[in-house]
C-alpha cells in the first residue's frame, strides 16, 4: 500500500465543507483541519502509485474551493501502535 501526504491549501471561508467533501474520496484515510502555511492534510492510501494520479489531481484539485495542493509520498510508516505490537509478540498478556 502507497501512502501520500497532501497539503492542501483552500478557500478559507469554505474549509469544513472541502474538508468533507474530500474525505468522501476513496482513498481518503483521513483529513487534518491544521495551522499554518496549509489549511487541509489529507492522508491517501492506494495500491499502486498510478492510482495517486487519479486520486489527488484527478479527484482531490478538482473539488471547488481547492487552490493548491503539495504531495509527499512516503517511504516507511513508523508508528507508536506498531512498535507496541512488534514488542508484544510472544508474550501472554
Known amino acids: 500500500m502507497i501512502t501520500a501526504i497532501v497539503l ?3 478557500s478559507v471561508d469554505r ?7 474530500i474525505a468522501a474520496l476513496d482513498s481518503v484515510s ?3 483541519s491544521v495551522t499554518g502555511t496549509y489549511d487541509l492534510i ?9 492510482d495517486l494520479a487519479d ?3 484527478g479527484r482531490i484539485s478538482r473539488i471547488d474551493g481547492v487552490e493548491a495542493t503539495d ?13 507496541e505490537a512488534a514488542f508484544a ?3 501472554d498478556s
Not at 474549509?15 to 467533501?21: D, F, G, K, S, V
Not at 489529507?42 to 498510478?50: C, I, L, Q, S, W
Open 8 to 10: 492542501i491549501k483552500t
Open 15 to 21: 474549509i469544513p465543507e472541502i474538508a468533507e467533501a
Open 30 to 32: 483521513e483529513v487534518f
Open 42 to 50: 489529507a492522508m491517501v492510501r492506494v495500491p499502486r502509485h498510478d
Open 55 to 57: 486520486v489527488i489531481p
Open 71 to 83: 504531495t509527499h509520498v512516503a517511504f516507511r510508516t513508523y508508528s507508536q501502535h506498531d512498535l
Open 89 to 91: 509478540i510472544g508474550l
